[in-house]
């Protein structure tokens, strides 16, 4: 990256001297001057995650004898 100075004419006086270039900025203020080959790819959002789930597994009971195990998942209240 060349940086041009205009004016300042040959000799002495208040221009600067000849090859002497203005310092750069510092590379957080340069991300606003990026070129259109160097943008960033646009990203899909990521999915938010829902609320936590929990299984669970339970019995009923008939006569005072276990059935088969019933399973679900449910959605937790609180952390």
Same mark, same amino acid.
């Given at each position: 990256? #060349? !940086?041009v ?6 000799? &002495?006086?208040?221009?600067? %001297? ?5 310092? @750069?900025?510092?590379w ?11 943008? #960033? !790819? ?7 995650? &829902?609320?936590?789930?929990? %299984? ?5 009971? @008939? ?11 449910v ?5």
């Amino acid at each position: 990256m #060349a !940086v041009v100075v205009a004016g300042g004419g040959g000799g &002495g006086g208040g221009g600067r %001297a000849r090859g002497e270039q203005q310092p @750069r900025p510092h590379w957080r203020e340069q991300q606003g001057q990026r070129s259109p080959d160097m943008a #960033a !790819v646009p990203r899909p959002p990521r999915p938010r995650p &829902g609320p936590a789930r929990v %299984a669970v597994v339970y019995y009923l009971s @008939r006569n005072g004898q276990l059935e088969h195990p019933h399973f679900m998942e449910v959605a937790l209240s609180s952390p």
